[in-house]
């Protein structure tokens, strides 16, 4: 009986272990596939080291061919006419001028900011360019309570420095396998069958010990649930 009890409580500890690779899973489909990590320093010079680094309008954003513009010589010229990609692999950083007051350039009635592009080769060569106003920085910050995510905009930035990346594989458990998905099901049928042959011996105990072995079976039936809920594998029930 103790045994089987024992057999129950040490299965537990796995399927939590199981369910938090599942979320892992899903968290990492929100981040890029490669993480870019650096230092943000925003307008009010506050100094954070990030992870994650991409630019775009919405998560994920972009962390190669990222469009910006070269500054029109008039307002009737489109930005788009002339277009340079960039990668963050290529950046050593980029900068605001001026953080206490961003350069804003209007055209054909959407606001672009101006930024200024430090390239990683031996002389530091900078270019400057704009960039849609509506267009974020995303990044984690990285702190001991574990990773924050951020949306920084352009024209909050003092710079943003990119000191290296690193591939998914190497910053993340990635997503669950099939091998992790056939555990966690046999983690769970295991559970199921113990605590029905517990049931079953639980109608030969003495009153009370039977009321107290009902009420671990119930707490444990009711983890197990919630923990199937959380990995969706309740199919609604």
């Known amino acids: ?17 199981l369910m938090n690779l599942s979320q892992q899973s899903d968290d990492t489909q929100e981040k890029p596939d490669v993480n870019f990590y650096g230092e943000l320093i925003d307008a009010a010079g506050n100094k954070f080291n990030v992870e994650n ?9 972009l962390y190669k061919k990222i469009a910006v513009y070269e500054i029109p010589g008039n307002k009737e010229t489109l930005p788009g006419d002339n277009v340079t990609e960039l990668d963050l692999s290529e950046i050593q950083e980029i900068k605001q001028q001026n953080p206490a007051e961003p350069v804003i350039h209007e055209f054909k009635n959407r606001k672009y900011v101006e ?4 390239s990683k080769d031996d002389k530091g060569t900078e270019n400057k360019y704009i ?8 990044c ?18 003092n710079s943003l420095k990119i000191n290296g990346y690193k591939s998914k594989k190497e910053s993340t458990s990635g997503p669950m396998s099939a091998e992790q998905k056939l555990d966690l099901k046999d983690q769970f049928d295991a559970v199921a069958n113990a ?19 009902d009420n671990n079976i119930a707490r444990i039936n009711d983890l197990l649930y919630k923990i199937k809920k959380a990995v969706g594998l309740t199919n609604g029930k």
Do not use: C, H
Not at 1 to 17: A, D, H, Q, R
Not at 53 to 61: E, K, T
Not at 115 to 118: A, C, K, N, R, T
Not at 131 to 138: D, L, Q
């Open 131 to 138: 960039i849609e106003e509506n267009r974020w920085i995303f």
């Open 195 to 213: 605590s029905e042959e517990l049931k079953k011996e639980a109608q030969t105990m003495p009153e009370k010990a039977k009321e107290v072995l």
């Open 53 to 61: 680094i991409s630019i775009g309008s919405s998560r994920p954003g």
């Open 1 to 17: 009986m103790k045994k089987k009890t024992l057999s129950i409580y040490l299965l537990i500890p796995s399927l939590f272990v």
């Open 115 to 118: 930024i200024i592009v430090v």
């Open 140 to 157: 984690d910050e990285i702190n001991m309570a574990g990773p924050t995510e951020k949306k920084v905009a352009f024209k909050a930035i």
